[in-house]
Every structure is written in structure tokens, then in C-alpha cells.
């Protein structure tokens, strides 16, 4: 083997070696993680949260847009940080011979010979400030430039660098310190921002103003000796204030964002359908309301764009301080009150038994024991179905479930996307007290089921990240047909207003609000849902605990922010989706028909089970001995006839003779007397037997 050869060979080997250890020691560039910020439907900020990183420290670090910082700052930062940035290949060697010169005249390092890759190999691995660290860094430097552009690597260092407390990354301290994003810095702040990541501590403005101000005055000094600033620049800068304190970040939708962070585990952008200035008053208004409350009770809203079921604005709790504050109510299952009475005579439409003009007796009814009541404790008598529904009348509404069938009822919802699960395992009684809310669902189930009815009763999940499809017809249950949808419409927006506000029909340019009212068993939650053409809105209060509010009705609580929501509400610009559909003046009261239904409706004829006439409940029978020997007549009436008879478990004997049942007790003391029909029906006495005498 010749000399050249063995050099080659040896060359060889070094360069296989050097490719070996780069590939088994690569530098960390996927741990880099980052903030999550989430935005609104047009990317304008309403949450972030912080890191954490290894050491257990919360860090604000968002990931740096080289496209979305002034061009003039990274002319300049390159220009004060590592002027031949973009020719060198990680290692500038011309800065590393003028540093050992100078360390070699002076005995001290006057000039570094770090550039901004190296830096942002010491970023990813802190190490201490020693020559072998140096040597680690200028390695992993090439390292890093092997596999990044010069693009990305700006970016990455623009990620890391340090801009004081838990501040990293150019946006962070943008954001921080001036307010606003890092796409339009003036010339002092971007001094300000070159100069902070050298001595991060030591020049925070917040803390340390005089050395912040005297930093960025040596940058600015230097940038006017390179002519990257005019001396008008220069003066001008030179005189702008330091900012004296942080800027608090946008915390806007703390549950819906809080919710979205899992879509990001690595940090970056999730961007919701939330409008951030909607938002922002939203919450606004709320806070106003409480204020005006007696009670430290919560609320809870929800605004949806009705037609693309997009959620506009959520709140799961007017404040997190507040006690339950932390719970997000639009996910929590409670008691809906009477906000499904819309639904349950939309069904009795559909079924042809019901129209609005349908009369109904409101007056005291049994369903199988089950003796539904008034809000008021009152009974109107004969109303329309359309009266009973605008003022929220509860026999009727028993009256048209009990026809439709709950576990129908339930089902339907079900189909529809809504998890309806019956009380009481299905038993029947238990199940009709679904009408006055005796089932439990979320506010997103009932803004989906309301934004449905806005939709001609198609009912499809609610929309909330920027990215899912809203046009796919798959997830679309249609509950109800467009003319029942209509039909209730026009039922609920004659429904008398709140209190002090005039009805629609007679204000000019209000809206034309479809709602409902609704009140929990034991004043627990208050609600008020709505809709019109452009929005859905769904109000709760009440504490996220369950703790009663005597007396608080939805219609108190939640229907004036409900009504001063939509007051707030931007107008929508929109197609007419209904163009060719149906006829000219199809949507004129009285257009649609489903039919007449019924005239009345009256309650279903139901067997009653029967009724035990001897022995009496709660009596006592004294007996004899003559009476022992001929026992009791056991006697019922009513039920599906064909009795069995049974005492305390056990069958008692029928006479074949005398066509009766005799029972025969065998001491004194307490029975339980069971009749049961042919139908399975039952019926009980508890009496007790004592010997006469």
C-alpha cells in the first residue's frame, strides 16, 4: 500500500468514525418542547400555557416564525450576534483565532467566538462556561448544521434564548414586555430584545430598568456604527421608555382551551371556532350579571353560529376562583328542567296526535302513581298545546310523553347524538318525570339539540376546532321535520318575554328569539335556551355542587343575560340556504301544516291495577275461635280480574266451591295481604290480626 493510500484509508476511517459518533450521539433537536397557545377562529391568541421542562420549572416558550418576526430585527440581531452567520458552518474560525489572540495579548477573553448555532447547542444542553464545553459546543454546532437550515436554526435559537424570568423565545418576550406579537418592533425594542438574552437576569426591564436601558443603548450605538440605524433613529430610540412591568397573557376560555391541550402534547398552535372579541365580552357580561346576584352561585354559557353549529363562545364558569369555578359546566351532567319539552311535542307532531291548537286538559292526572304538578301548584284547565309549552306547563307535557312512550323518547335522543339515560332503570313512572328534567344531560347536549331545531330539527354535533369538517351530512340525525321544527319555532318566539323587555314583534330590529325556559327539581339549576336564525345560546346557573337556590327560576337567573347575549351578537352575513327549497312564503306563519293532529288530547286509557277491598290496609281484624275456623274472605276489585292471592310470600289457597278465596291466619300478629291480577299487576295491605276477647 502506497503512502496516498494509507492516508485515504486513514481518511476514510476518520471520516466513518465521525459519521458513526454523529449518528450515535446526535444533537437533542426533538426535545425541544413549547408552549401551547391556543387561538380563535382567526388565529388571534385567547389562551397559552406554560412548559415544563425537565428541571420542573414552568416556562413561557412558543415556537419562533421566522416569517412572522420584522425582517430588520433578524438583519440586526444577526449583524451584532454573528456577522458571517450565514456563510460559516456552525464554527466561525476567523471569530475563534481573533479570541485566542486576544486571550493571548491580554490574558483574558475580550472578544467571544460564539455563534448563534453554538449558542443554540448550549441552549438545548446547558453546560458550565469551561473550554471543554466550548470544544462540546462548536461539535454540536456542526452538528446542527448538518441536519437544519440556517433558517431553522434561527428559529430554534429564537425559541430558547433566554429573555429573563420564565421568559424564553422572541415571542414570549414580545408578548411579555410590548403587548404584541414580534411582527412590527420598533428600534428600541429591538435593541432591547439583542441585548437580553446576553445577561438575561441581570437586564430584566421589569426589575432592572437602568441596566435594560444601558444595554440597549450600547446595541443601539453599535447598530448605528454599521448603519443600521440613522442617527434621527438612533436619538429617537435612545429616548423610548423601559417597559416597567410584564403584560399579563390572554386567558380567554380558560376550559375550552384547557380541554384543547391535549390535542398538542408537544406544544405548538390549537385553534378553536371561538371568536376572541365575542368571547371577551361574553365573559364580560357575565361577571356584570353576577355582580348583580345576591348569592355566590356560578354561571355557565354557550353561543353557537346555528347553521354551521360552530361554538362562537364558551364559558364553563364565569370565574375559576369561584367555588366549583374549575368545573366546566358544558360538560357536566345535570338536571335540564323543563328545556325538553320542545322536543317531546315536536315528537307528538311528528306521531299526528298534537298540533299547537291542540287543547289539553291541565289538570291533576295519575300516571300509574306518578301525580305530576304545576310550577305554581296551579291547574288552568283546557289550554292549547302551544299555551302549555310558552308557559311551561307540566301535566300536559307528562300528558304527550306518556303517548310518545319515554323509552321512545330516549331512544330518539340517543339516535341523535345526546347520552339519554332513563331513571329508574326504565321503569315507567320515573321515566315520564323526563319531561320536567328527571333525566340528566350537558349544555353542549342541549346546544345541540337547540342549534338543531334552528336548523329545521337536524340535529349534528357541535363544531369546535378549526380543522373538523363541518359539511359532512354522516353525523346529521334529523329528530324532527323541518315543518314541526318550524311549528315550535313560532310556539316559542310568542313566549312572553323577560321581564321589562318588549316583545320582538314590537321592537325595532330586535330579534326573533325562540327559547325556553327551565328549572330543576330543587331550585339546583336555573336555565334559558334559545335560538334564532344566526345563533344558539344556552345559559346556565346555579353552583357547580348542586346546592339548591330557593326560588331561583331560570326565568329569573338565566333568561335577561340569555336576552342581553343576543343583544351583543354580530350580525351574520350568510347565504340563503333555503333559496329553491321551498315556496315563497313558506316560513309565513301558518305555511307549514303537518296536519291538524287532534282537537284534545286526553290521557291514554291505562289499566289501573286492583284494588284490595278486604283487608283494608293499615286495619286491624280481631278473630274468634269460631272465626278462625271459618278465616276471612280475602276481596279485590278492579285490575285485569283472575286474582292469586298471597300472604306474607305464600299462596293462599282458592275454594273451587264457593268461588272464593278464604284465608285462615294461623296466630295473631302483623301479614302483609298481596293481591295479583292476570296482568301482573299487584296491590298490598299490611294489617294486623288480634284475637277478640
Known sequence: MSRWQKVGAVLAILVVSLVALDRLFPPPLKAVRTSVVVTD?????????????????????????????????????????????????????????????SFARQGQIVSGASTITMQTARLMEPRPRTIPSKLIEM?????????LSKEEILELYLTLAPYGGNLQGIRAASLAYFGKEPTQLTDAQQALLIALPQAPEARRPDRKPANAAASRSTILAKLRETAHLSDTQYREALEATIPAKRQSFSRLAWHGSYA?????????????????DLQRTIERLIVAHLQRQDDEANMAVLVIESRTRKVRAMLGSADISRDGGWID???????????????????????????????????????????????????HGDVTLAEALQHSLNVP????????????????????????????????????????????????????????????GQISPLIWYADEDASSEALTYPLITEASA???????????????????????????????????????????????????????????????????????????????????????????IY?????????????????????????????????????????????????????????ARGGAGAYAWYVDGKPVAHDPLGGRTIWRPAQAGFYDVTVVDRAGRRATSSVRVQVAG
Open 41 to 101: 377562529k382567526d388565529q388571534r391568541w385567547l389562551h397559552g400555557f406554560t412548559v415544563i421542562d425537565q428541571d420542573g420549572e414552568r416556562r413561557w416558550r412558543f415556537d419562533a416564525d421566522i416569517d412572522a418576526i420584522d425582517p430588520r430585527f433578524i438583519e440586526r440581531l444577526v449583524q451584532i450576534e454573528d456577522q458571517r452567520f450565514w456563510s460559516h458552518p456552525g464554527v466561525d474560525l476567523l471569530a475563534v483565532v481573533r479570541a485566542m489572540n
Open 260 to 276: 384543547s391541550q391535549k390535542r398538542a402534547p408537544e406544544g405548538g398552535e390549537v385553534q378553536l371556532t371561538l371568536d376572541a
Open 486 to 576: 318550524q311549528r315550535l319555532t313560532r310556539i316559542m318566539r310568542e313566549a312572553p318575554a323577560p321581564a321589562g323587555r318588549a316583545p320582538a314583534a314590537l321592537a325595532r330590529q330586535a330579534p326573533e328569539i325562540a327559547f325556553k325556559t327551565g328549572t330543576s327539581y330543587g331550585y339546583r339549576d336555573a336555565w334559558a335556551a334559545g335560538y334564532t336564525d344566526d345563533y344558539t345560546v344556552i345559559v346556565w346557573a346555579g353552583h357547580p355542587n348542586g346546592t339548591p337556590r330557593p326560588g331561583v327560576t331560570g326565568r329569573q337567573a338565566s333568561l335577561p343575560l340569555m336576552f342581553e347575549i343576543f343583544d351583543h351578537l354580530p350580525a351574520l352575513v350568510r347565504p340563503d
Open 579 to 635: 333559496a329553491g327549497a321551498v315556496e315563497e312564503g313558506a316560513f309565513e306563519d301558518g305555511a307549514f301544516d303537518i296536519g291538524g293532529g287532534l282537537t284534545r288530547l286526553s290521557p291514554r286509557k291505562r289499566e289501573l291495577p286492583p284494588e284490595i277491598v278486604f283487608p283494608e290496609d293499615g286495619v286491624t281484624v280481631f278473630y274468634s275461635d269460631n272465626q278462625a275456623a271459618r278465616g276471612f274472605v280475602l276481596a
Open 139 to 147: 461539535v454540536r454546532a456542526l452538528q446542527i448544521e448538518l441536519r
Open 329 to 379: 359546566i358544558t360538560t357536566a351532567e345535570r338536571s335540564p328542567g323543563s328545556t325538553l319539552k320542545p322536543f317531546i311535542y315536536g315528537l307528538a307532531f311528528e306521531d299526528g296526535f298534537a298540533a299547537g291548537e291542540t287543547l289539553i286538559d291541565d289538570a291533576p292526572y295519575s300516571f300509574d302513581g306518578y301525580r305530576p304538578e304545576n310550577f305554581t301548584r296551579m291547574f
Open 397 to 456: 307535557a307528562v300528558l304527550a310523553l306518556d303517548r310518545i312512550g319515554p323509552q321512545r323518547f330516549a331512544a330518539s335522543l340517543e339516535a341523535a347524538g345526546v347520552d339519554a339515560r332513563l331513571p329508574g332503570g326504565g321503569d315507567q313512572r320515573r321515566s315520564l318525570a323526563i319531561a320536567l328534567g328527571g333525566i340528566g344531560l350537558s349544555m353542549r347536549d342541549l346546544g345541540m339539540l337547540y342549534a338543531g331545531l334552528a336548523n329545521g
